[in-house]
């Protein structure tokens, strides 16, 4: 059976941005951006499977972890300098996200 995930890394990416440009402050925590995602984004059963590298995660909460895991890539948006992390667990968009999100 091929499983058919709806949320891709870069669309949870696009819903954190436009979730933290809606914050009064522009940040927020990460369980609020898991909160508040589902908003954003069609989150489909299969993406409601358990993770199966982060058993205490669904799919879909592990694409949005990983917009932080994979920092350190090109096309990534903190890479890029659309979001930033002024504290532990806590994600805020910058002026560029802003400039980007704007621009999409």
């Known amino acids: 059976m091929v ?3 709806h949320l891709s890394e870069p669309d949870a990416a696009i819903a954190v ?3 933290l440009a809606e914050q009064p402050n522009g940040q927020a925590r990460v369980k609020t951006l898991k909160d508040r995602l589902p908003e954003y984004a069609t989150i489909t059963e299969e ?5 199966v590298t982060r058993p205490n995660e669904e ?10 895991s994979h920092h ?9 300098g ?3 992390r002024p ?3 806590i994600w805020r968009i910058t ?3 802003r400039r980007y999100l704007g621009a999409i």
């Open 87 to 89: 504290a532990l667990g």
């Open 17 to 19: 941005l436009r979730i």
């Open 82 to 84: 659309y979001i930033d």
């Open 95 to 97: 002026a560029n996200g």
């Open 59 to 68: 799919i879909w909460e592990q694409r949005v972890r990983n917009i932080r």
């Open 72 to 80: 350190d890539r090109p096309g990534n948006l903190f890479y890029e």
């Open 47 to 51: 993406d409601q499977t358990q993770s």
């Open 3 to 5: 499983r058919r995930y």
